[in-house]
């Protein structure tokens, strides 16, 4: 901003001092310049008026410097508007305990011109480029939420109801870091029988993770619908995983990756078959109370090498028995002491509910997380899937 722009307000109870002060600025291009007698009309001017800068004088009546900046320092509005205190030679002890509260500067009495300038001049560029950063922050932070918006907006909301043709229950949380990531995911019908569900873990942070997190989903359906229109063989995993890495691969310059799980449950028998990506091993919740990890190392994740060969693996559920994938958010949930959640205490809470519905016991797990972790920031999303098979008794 230029001189002419900067809006200034000196704050004294000396009226010479105010005319003296008032008359240099203006030699020097600063004409827009208002002044106030005391602590307490200053304020009253900071709530109908902006300025970019005040002087502030340390001793006056009604409300002096002190009290006036730590107005200041405790209003959100306020707290960054620079501070130049106005003292004698003989106050420095004053001077410094305004800094300590948080001024910017000092000017001492008789005014230097030179230094006046310099002063000024120098706490209105600090404030210009703090201005230039906050308004980068805000218009980062609503790039972010715009992000957040396209990431839950991906999701699946509305899960397919459990019905003696389609025997499946189901439901899905994701809760997003206060950093946009890229966890995903996903479950459909590809036929009357066959119902497929995901969950994923995308690597890095923002938008890319975002949009990367997107491009997976996407992949997964489009490779499902394409095989069941042109292929006559059974639906293969292991396939779909390989044609969806390879896809991930091509042009992959930021070399990114992402974690998946990929099940398809046949509703007629319970038969499982799933392919896990580099992904936390989920759990199999037997009706009997019994909690099981599915069999199966994790391999390489999707997007890291284009020729990886993947591996479909089978597992069978009995009525009543339930699957639950999580992303490593809950498992790695930090509390304010740096401790992580860990599969063990994920395992007590499933033993606890691991009869009661889908919904209910991914509200149990988010609400133990939530327990954990206390207010300790989230460094990582969190996603939860659970699904039980319910076949009509025969």
């Not at 030699?27 to 900071?46: H, I, K, P, W």
């Not at 479909?312 to 498992?331: C, E, I, K, N």
Request: glycine share 6%; proline share 4%.
């Amino acid at each position: 901003m230029t001189e002419a722009e900067a809006a200034l307000l000196i704050v004294d109870d000396n009226e010479d001092n105010r005319y003296t002060l008032s008359q240099r600025l203006a030699r020097d291009g600063y004409t827009n310049v208002a002044t106030a007698s005391n602590g307490r009309e200053a304020l009253q001017l900071l709530q109908s008026r902006s300025f970019d800068l005040i002087l502030l004088d340390i001793m006056m009546p009604e409300m002096n410097g002190y009290e006036v900046l730590e107005h200041l320092k405790a209003s959100a509005k306020l707290r960054h508007l620079p501070v130049i205190m106005i003292s004698a030679l003989d106050e420095m002890d004053s001077v410094i305990r305004c800094i300590e509260l948080g001024a910017e500067d000092y000017l001492a009495k008789p005014f230097n011109r030179t230094l006046l300038r310099a002063r000024i001049g120098a706490s209105l560029e600090k404030k210009r480029l703090r201005d230039e950063v906050r308004a980068s922050l805000q218009r980062l932070e609503r790039e972010l939420d715009a992000a957040r918006t396209l990431q839950l907006g991906m999701l699946p909301r509305v899960f397919p109801a459990c019905t003696p043709e389609q025997p499946v229950q189901v439901y899905a949380l994701m809760e997003p870091a206060r950093e946009v990531g890229g966890d995903l995911y996903d479950c459909f019908y590809t036929s009357a029988e066959i119902f497929c569900f995901l969950v994923g873990d995308v690597s890095g942070k923002g938008a890319l993770a975002a949009m990367f997190m997107a491009r997976t989903r996407s992949l997964v359906r489009m490779a499902v619908e394409l095989w069941r229109q042109l292929s006559l063989d059974a639906l293969s995993l292991a396939r779909i995983a390989e044609i969806v890495n390879r896809e991930l691969c091509q042009n992959n310059d930021e070399r990114m990756f992402v974690t998946l799980f990929l099940g398809m449950l046949d509703t007629r028998n319970g038969a499982l078959a799933y392919v896990n990506a580099g992904h936390p091993v989920p759990c199999l919740l037997r009706v009997a109370g019994d909690i099981e990890q599915l069999d199966g190392k994790p391999e390489m994740p999707l997007g890291v090498r284009r020729d990886t060969a993947y591996q479909s693996r089978l597992a069978t559920l009995r009525p009543g028995d339930a699957v639950f994938v999580v992303s490593d958010g809950v498992t790695e949930a930090m509390n304010a002491l740096g401790a992580l959640y860990t599969s063990k205490r994920l395992d007590a809470v499933l033993g606890a509910v691991c009869k009661a519905t889908p919904e209910d016991m991914v509200r149990a797990v988010k609400k133990d997380v939530h327990d954990f972790t206390g207010s300790a920031p989230k460094a990582d999303d969190a996603t939860v899937l659970a699904l039980r098979w319910q076949p009509a008794p025969s």
